[in-house]
Structures are given as structure tokens and as C-alpha cells.
């Protein structure tokens, strides 16, 4: 996957954030898009900011928790383009809470984006990759699909999950012309924080304390971000680690795999 020229991708979540950064990376390199997201504001702003002489751009108003409509996708994505070489399951949303605080209703629903739509864009366009010469399926997981921290069990479950899913199927796939790639982005400057879900009940003072903590945390910028995705992918790397940060943890997990929290505490901005 040395060369983007002239191959397709597909990317959820391509409204805002490291969607739209990874439709800007892979726009320069030529390589044609097909959008989703369910922001069709967002969407148009992406494709403003990707469309050039040459290049084919489509927009999708899609959510991946539906499962019907992402079984559906395939041959809307087809009738606009030939073929399908890249898949980033992007889209993503985000819940804080503890476990006992977040409602089962409120677990599905992220589950339902998070994880079962990633398996459900894989599943639908799988066919389509195997016709490619040269495929990549690119799985956005987290840094909470490295470690599990306090206040993020849902989301470090989904992430996790993706994870598990990721490396199994790159073994499953392992000598076809699919190949696998599983993003760990830290902190990056999306909007994320603010979209969260929030456990009913919360206070506005906790919801703001929590929020502006987890600011913080998000630095880098989506382009950057975008920008060692895409290159991970160009080199076949089964594993992108996104940022300082997300480098640090994952050596730390490895050295303190019990006890890396207590000592990740210490690190952190209060």
C-alpha cells in the first residue's frame, strides 16, 4: 500500500476530527473518497476542503449503528465509484461515566457505533477489498484499547473490543490481499469531549470539570494525527500508536501491565 494515486477509500466519521484529517491526507495523495458521517453539514465542509480537478468525492449521510443501512452502503459507495481499496472505520462517539452510573441504554448505544459498527462496515465491504489488488481494512481504536482507566468503562470496552477484532482478523486474513491495521490514537484535538454523553443525574459542575480535564489531554491536531495513520498504512503496519502519548502508555502497559494507572496518575495534569 506504498501508493494512494488513483485507489478509493471509504471513511466514517468524515465530518470533523481525524475523519476529516484523514480525507484531507489521503486527498493530497489522490486518492478518491467516499464520505460518511451522519453531520451532512460537516460532510460538505470535508468535501469542500478535499475536492480537486480529477478526483472523485461522494458524500454519504450514513450512521454505522444501523444495520440495514450499512448493508445497504456497498452498492450506494459502487454506483459513484469502481472500487473499493481502503476502509477506515473512524466513526466513533464517546460516553463518561463510572459503570454503575451509565445506564444499559447508554452502553448499547456506544457499543452500537463504536464496535458493531466497525464489524458491520467490515462485514459489508469484505468482498470488495478481496477484488482489490492491494487492500487495507483501518480500524481507529484508542488508547483506551490499551488501558482501562476510571470513569471510561464503556468506552475502553468498545475500544478494547475493536482491538481483539482487529488482530484476530489480520490473522484470519493473514496471505490475502486484505491486510489489517489497528489505529491507537492519544490525545487529539477533536471535539469528542465536548459531544460526549453524559450518565443522567451528573451535575453541570462535574460535567465541566470532566470535560475541561479531558481537554487537557487532546493536543495533537487531527492533520497530524491523519498524517501517521496514513503513513502507517502505507507501510502495512498492523499497529499505528498516534502521538508521544499514546507511545508512552503503550511501553508502560507492557513494564507495569497491573499497575500502570497508579503510576499513570502521577503524569497527569490535575
Not at 99 to 113: C, N, P, R, T, Y
Not at 226 to 249: C, F, H, N, S
Request: charge should be positive; hydrophobic fraction near 45%.
Amino acid at each position: 500500500m506504498s501508493e494512494a494515486n488513483g485507489r478509493l477509500a471509504v471513511v466514517t466519521g468524515a465530518a470533523s476530527g481525524i475523519g476529516r484529517g484523514l480525507a484531507e491526507v489521503l486527498a493530497r495523495r489522490r486518492c478518491h473518497l467516499a464520505l460518511a458521517d451522519i453531520d451532512d453539514a460537516g460532510l460538505q465542509r470535508t468535501a469542500e476542503r478535499v475536492t480537486r480537478p480529477g478526483l472523485r468525492v461522494s458524500c454519504h449521510r450514513l450512521d454505522v449503528a444501523e444495520a440495514e443501512a450499512v448493508a445497504r452502503f456497498p452498492p450506494i459507495v459502487q454506483a459513484s465509484h469502481p472500487g473499493v481499496d481502503l476502509l477506515f472505520n473512524n466513526a466513533g462517539v464517546a460516553l463518561g461515566g463510572t459503570f454503575e452510573q451509565v445506564s444499559e441504554a447508554d452502553f448499547e448505544w456506544l457499543f452500537g457505533i463504536n464496535f458493531r459498527g466497525v464489524v458491520r462496515m467490515t462485514r459489508a465491504f469484505l468482498p470488495l477489498l478481496k477484488a482489490s489488488a492491494d487492500a487495507r481494512i483501518v480500524n481507529v481504536s484508542s488508547v483506551f484499547g490499551l488501558m482501562g482507566v476510571p470513569g471510561q468503562t464503556a468506552y475502553a470496552a468498545s475500544k478494547f473490543a475493536v482491538r481483539g477484532f482487529s488482530e484476530s482478523l489480520w490473522h484470519e486474513l493473514e496471505g490475502s490481499r486484505v491486510g489489517v491495521t489497528v489505529v491507537h490514537p492519544g490525545g487529539v484535538a477533536t471535539s469528542i469531549a465536548d459531544s460526549a454523553r453524559v450518565p443522567a443525574g451528573a451535575s453541570a459542575e462535574e460535567v465541566a470539570r470532566d470535560r475541561d480535564a479531558m481537554r487537557k489531554l487532546l493536543k495533537l491536531s487531527p492533520e497530524v494525527a491523519a498524517e501517521t495513520i496514513v503513513q502507517g498504512v502505507e507501510r502495512r503496519k498492523a499497529r499505528v500508536l498516534v502521538g508521544r502519548d499514546a507511545q508512552v502508555i503503550a511501553l508502560l502497559v507492557r513494564v507495569a501491565p497491573v499497575s500502570y494507572w497508579r503510576l499513570l496518575e502521577r503524569l497527569l495534569p490535575r
